[in-house]
Structures are given as structure tokens and as C-alpha cells.
T-cell receptor, first 117, second 116 residues
Framework: EAGVTQFPSHSVIEKGQTVTLRCDPI?????LYWYRRVMGKEIKFLLH????????ESGMPNNRFLAERTGGTYSTLKVQPAELEDSGVYFC???????????????FGQGTRLTVV | AQTVTQSQPEMSVQEAETVTLSCTYDTSESDYYLFWYKQPPSRQMILVIR??????QNATENRFSVNFQKAAKSFSLKISDSQLGDAAMYFC?????????????FGAGTILRVKS
């Protein structure tokens, strides 16, 4: 079974440009999460999708970040325009809702390292 | 808001020895989950061990065990018989039992180096 996959693995862009990160969750996982780790700091929650709906987007830093999950499968996270402080590693994770109303553990991708210069 | 603190940016251990990684957290909730995740270089982060706060017994997974001190809000990870493959970044994480899903609060991580 394929795990959570993220594209690209690395991206270097100039300040002011646009970048789109993609996450393919594990097949059948209805929950999808985005997290971000700025160099040397904690991994911080950005948002949580349940299928195509945003369950919680309390961690999104500002309106330059747009996350979508059309059709409830893969998700994209677009940063437009990128700023220097957006540099970091962006992680995606997925989990599956169980019949009990709880979810499985979160399975993570290897992350996308974004560098804004 | 909950916070998780890992006070050791880096740790080293000799192969076959035991090492303990520290984690403290702050919460006003009584029901929650705690996790240790491992991220090897350039690879996916994987769950090492999980502890439910309502369980007094410390979780164990093969060579990995935790020392969960609820009153002290401490959750350390002990790795016994360390192996070269244990070298990785280790993250401690908290999850509220009240919230749906896997909204995790992470610490800053500890780099573990294993010397042969």
C-alpha cells in the first residue's frame, strides 16, 4: 500500500512567486492534514480536511495560503505571493475515520522543503 | 493552549546503549494522547509509540518505552539497545481527546545520533 506522498520534495522560489505543493493521502483516508516546520522550530498545524471540507483551518498563517481538496482525494497548498518567512518543511498527513467516530493514527509524508529566496 | 517542550536539541548514544529523550507538555485537559514520532533523514515521519493519558501503565513497543508522569506533565522516551537505524529526529506530540481528528501539537524535536 502506498503511503502519503508529497510533491515536490524540494522547491526553491523567489520572493513574490507562487508555489503549489501537492499531497496524495493514503487511499481511502478521509482526513488530510497540513503541517509546517520552520527551521529549528516546532511542527505547527495548518489545517484539517475531512473529505473535501475544511474541518479546521485555525493554523493557516494568512490569506496568502490557500488549501484545496477537490473531490476529497489529493490536496494542494498554494502560497501566493511567497515571502521569505514561508520557508520551511511542509508536511502532509492522512488518517481514516473509524466506525467508532475516532480516527486511526496520522500517517505522514516525507515533506516538501520550501525555500524562498 | 497546549504546548510541548523538548529541551534536548541533540543527543548522542553509543550503539547497544540506552538513551532517554525528554519531553514535557502543558495542558489543562485531563484526557489526551501523547506520541513519539521518528523522522529518519529524508524519509517519512513514523509513529514510534503512543500513550493514552487515562492509562497509568507506561506504553512499550519492543526496544522503545515511555515514562509517563501525568502529574509532572512529563513524557520521556527510552530507547534500549540502540541501533544505527535509530538515528533520526524524534518529535514528541500531544493530541487532545476532545478534538476530532489528528490535530497534533509538536515539540521542536531532538536529533538522535547513534555512534558505532
Amino acid at each position: 500500500e502506498a503511503g502519503v506522498t508529497q510533491f515536490p520534495s524540494h522547491s526553491v522560489i523567489e520572493k513574490g512567486q507562487t508555489v503549489t505543493l501537492r499531497c496524495d493521502p493514503i487511499s481511502g483516508h478521509d482526513n488530510l492534514y497540513w503541517y509546517r516546520r520552520v527551521m529549528g522550530k516546532e511542527i505547527k498545524f495548518l489545517l484539517h480536511f475531512v473529505k473535501e471540507s475544511k474541518q479546521d483551518e485555525s493554523g493557516m498563517p494568512n490569506n496568502r495560503f490557500l488549501a484545496e481538496r477537490t473531490g476529497g482525494t489529493y490536496s494542494t497548498l498554494k502560497v501566493q505571493p511567497a515571502e521569505l518567512e514561508d520557508s520551511g518543511v511542509y508536511f502532509c498527513a492522512s488518517s481514516q475515520t473509524l466506525g467508532t467516530g475516532t480516527t486511526t493514527e496520522a500517517f505522514f509524508g516525507q515533506g516538501t522543503r520550501l525555500t524562498v529566496v | 493552549a497546549q504546548t510541548v517542550t523538548q529541551s534536548q536539541p541533540e543527543m548522542s548514544v553509543q550503539e547497544a546503549e540506552t538513551v532517554t529523550l525528554s519531553c514535557t507538555y502543558d495542558t489543562s485537559e485531563s484526557d489526551y494522547y501523547l506520541f513519539w514520532y521518528k523522522q529518519p533523514p529524508s524519509r517519512q515521519m513514523i509513529l514510534v509509540i503512543r500513550q493514552e493519558a487515562y492509562k497509568q501503565q507506561n506504553a512499550t513497543e519492543n526496544r522503545f518505552s515511555v515514562n509517563f508522569q501525568k502529574a509532572a506533565k512529563s513524557f520521556s522516551l527510552k530507547i534500549s539497545d540502540s541501533q544505527l537505524g535509530d538515528a533520526a529526529m524524534y518529535f514528541c506530540a500531544y493530541r487532545s481527546a476532545k478534538e476530532y481528528g489528528n490535530k497534533l501539537v509538536f515539540g521542536a524535536g531532538t536529533i538522535l545520533r547513534v555512534k558505532s
